[in-house]
């Protein structure tokens, strides 16, 4: 898209939908993501480009986008290095290996030989010449929220979350009337005090182990049981890479009132050794990473305890734990809950939603939540 172009979309975004002249109209295509919580993939067409946006494998290993008849793309976009977002890579061949655009700390984390162009981690810059406004998701490093300056503006979240002690969260401020919505948690609305109050039983006692996303919740819940006072905290390689990370080269992602805990927390882990202390490795559901033989060997033991805080996908380690009443489930919430998202698209004037990685029975108490707004899992939807 020229210059020229982009001009017309801007003329023609104050007063109402943009759009080239005797062009397709722009749309969002949901391939995967929405009605059931399945990898993220979403296509945007625009002025003749199309842009993906996401392409993640699962969460259950193995579960990839349907992206047959799609054809080659112009471009891939990321939100955030997680599995579910990022996995899918290998379906990149089938797209015709289109640029990848990604914030610099997320392309660090990418496979080599990516065709990668930056994105910024907050503030604008263009994808194919479009304008594209970012700001950080409060959930995971280098990870971003993006609004498209396409129609009357489009808002897709990625994944994000209000509350985190540990990652920066900026709100969105361009308005957007078509909003691609991370409701992961549906209409669960408890606030992350609750996540703590019913783990808390647990820093008062011992052995703990805590299978976690390295770069995601992990370090953020390391943190807060540093803030308790337990000095006693042993990780795995993984997390303690993410960790000094955090300090060093992924520090744009972390809040700014939490950077001496964070040191302190970087200086104070130990290697797990033996089942003691509050313990944390990756994988979260232990089928993978250094959590899956900690589960294998503790399985049948009495000690330590066992707490999963994350989606439990069905034939997992988590599943089987948490079934067989070996290990507990206690959410600790990286998703916004219901009155997070509701906020969120009142301040953006959405007019219409589209709930994403929740399933398609919770679409009428959604509906009801963001009314006036329209709420729809079906696409295509006009941008
Ligand atoms: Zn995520």
Redesign the pocket.
Known sequence: MGLSMLGAFRRGGRTGRARPVSAAPDTLRLISGVGHKGPACFVVETAGRRLMLDLGEGPPPGVLPDVEGLGPLDALVLS?G?K??VGGLSLLAKLGNPPVYATEIVARGLPKGLSVRPLPIGGTGEVLGIEVTTGRNG??PGGIWLHFAIGAGFLYTG?WSTESILYAYDPPTKTAAIALIDCSYADYDRPIGECWSALEPFAERGPLLLPVPAN?RGPEIALQFLRYGRTDVYVDDAMNRVLRQLCTTDMASVRADIDDDLKALAVTVKPIDGARGIMLAASADGASGASKPLLERWEHASEPAIVFTGYRAPDTPADRLIKSGRAQFLRWNVHPRLADAVALAQSIKAKTVIPAFCDRSRLDVLAQAFAPARVTMDGPVNL
């Open positions: 955030h997680h579910d977002h959930h995971a994944d995601g």
